[in-house]
């Protein structure tokens, strides 16, 4: 209760995916296994180019950084989801719920940065190889990596500061299984379409900025392996490429649908759907990609694993 006798919600109620019991146990096997292949998979690709000195390039430092970005993102939804999944109470406080909405949407906007970060690497590497070694240096790689994380975490902290000081006087149920911007304004005493606003045209401006970006990039990448003259380096120059494109596609299609194309038409449902395939989906199929369709990737994973098993045996 505050002053002036109107109560304030000190917590929130996330709905997720309502059912009976024996959906929610398929719904928390299914979402665990995913989480396991997640952080499994990411964690080995950072195990991976931490120690396999080959692995020291700007590349393999982005997709690095990259990984450790999904192993968070997926961590600070997942986990209150799967025990939300075996709980009747499925409450949230209201500092955990703007904690998690702060670290969803600026590990999103960061992923979106590094997405650029590796798209720039690529047109460098295959654009002009004879200028790589000399443009993307260490320090230069550092800095696009220090710009990624300190802009995606920069991005969207004013309008949420904003937003977590509206008055929540109740009703304080949250119809998805995460914190997002559309049900918690929702939810506010007050109308505040300027915050709003200002919330959904910061999140179009860096979507739309960061694929035109990428997909410019790409255009001029997939012009220059067209003229290479070998069969293997065409090759070699797609399976690298094409497994970018293929995250990007992926993260850039189901975001672009719930911030930037208009979704009132939408149902809840879908808007969870959606949510769910760049929220957990996505962070499972990178390093599939990244392992599966890089043959150095692939010999360093398989340096880990038997590293891990000589540990285990000895």
Same mark, same amino acid.
């Given at each position: 209760?505050?002053?002036?006798?109107?109560?304030?919600?000190?917590?929130?109620?996330?709905?997720?995916?309502?059912?009976?019991?024996?959906?929610?146990?398929?719904?928390?096997?299914?979402?665990l296994?995913?989480?396991?292949?997640?952080?499994?998979?990411?964690?080995?690709?950072?195990?991976?180019?931490?120690?396999?000195?080959?692995?020291?390039?700007?590349?393999?430092?982005?997709?690095?950084?990259?990984?450790?970005?999904? &192993?968070?993102?997926?961590?600070?939804?997942?986990?209150?989801?799967? !025990?939300?999944? /075996?709980?009747? @109470?499925? %409450? #949230? =406080?209201?500092?955990?719920?703007?904690?998690?909405?702060?670290?969803?949407?600026?590990?999103?906007?960061?992923e979106?940065?590094?997405?650029?970060?590796?798209?720039y690497?690529?047109?460098?590497?295959?654009?002009?190889?004879?200028?790589y070694?000399?443009?993307?240096?260490?320090?230069?790689?550092?800095?696009?990596?220090?710009?990624?994380?300190?802009?995606?975490?920069?991005?969207?902290?004013?309008?949420?500061?904003?937003?977590?000081?509206?008055?929540?006087?109740g009703?304080?149920?949250?119809?998805?299984?995460?914190?997002?911007?559309?049900?918690?304004?929702?939810?506010?005493? &007050?109308?505040?379409?300027?915050?709003?606003?200002v919330?959904?045209? !910061?999140s179009? /401006?860096?979507i @739309?900025? %960061? #694929? =035109?970006?990428?997909?410019?990039?790409?255009t001029?990448?997939?012009?220059?392996?067209?003229?290479?003259?070998?069969?293997?380096?065409?090759?070699?120059?797609?399976?690298?490429c094409?497994?970018?494109?293929?995250?990007?596609?992926?993260?850039?299609?189901?975001?672009?649908?719930?911030?930037?194309?208009?979704?009132?038409?939408?149902?809840v449902?879908?808007?969870?759907?959606?949510?769910?395939?760049?929220?957990?989906?996505?962070?499972?199929l990178?390093?599939?990609?990244?392992?599966?369709?890089?043959?150095?990737?692939?010999?360093?994973?398989?340096?880990?694993?038997?590293?891990?098993?000589?540990?285990?045996?000895?």
């Open positions: 209760m505050n002053k002036s006798g109107i109560s304030t919600v000190t917590q929130f109620v996330l709905l997720g995916f309502p059912g009976p019991w024996k959906m929610q146990i398929i719904f928390f096997s299914m979402i296994l995913v989480y396991i292949l997640t952080l499994t998979g990411n964690i080995a690709i950072i195990c991976a180019v931490r120690w396999d000195h080959q692995l020291h390039t700007p590349m393999y430092v982005f997709l690095a950084n990259f990984s450790f970005l999904e &192993v968070w993102y997926v961590t600070c939804t997942v986990p209150n989801m799967l !025990v939300n999944f /075996l709980s009747k @109470i499925k %409450t #949230i =406080s209201f500092s955990g719920c703007f904690t998690q909405f702060y670290f969803f949407f600026s590990l999103g906007t960061t979106c940065f590094f997405l650029c970060a590796m798209a690497d690529r047109y460098l590497a295959i654009c002009r190889p004879l200028h070694p000399t443009i993307m240096t260490g320090k230069l790689c550092a800095i696009l990596v220090s710009l990624c994380w300190l802009t995606g975490f920069l991005g969207h902290s004013v309008p949420i500061l904003f937003i977590s000081q509206l008055p929540y006087c009703p304080n149920i949250i119809d998805h299984f995460l914190c997002d911007v559309d049900p918690l304004m929702a939810l506010s005493c &007050v109308s505040s379409p300027i915050i709003e606003h919330f959904h045209s !910061v179009s /401006l860096i @739309i900025l %960061t #694929i =035109s970006y990428i997909l410019g990039s790409y001029l990448v997939l012009r220059a392996v067209l003229r290479v003259p070998s069969s293997f380096g065409r090759q070699k120059a797609f399976s690298t094409g497994s970018h494109l293929v995250i990007v596609s992926l993260f850039y299609g189901t975001i672009m649908v719930m911030y930037v194309s208009p979704t009132s038409g939408n149902s449902a879908m808007h969870k759907i959606i949510t769910l395939i760049y929220s957990v989906v996505t962070p499972v990178n390093p599939l990609i990244y392992s599966l369709r890089n043959r150095d990737m692939k010999f360093a994973l398989h340096q880990v694993l038997c590293g891990m098993r000589i540990m285990q045996t000895s």
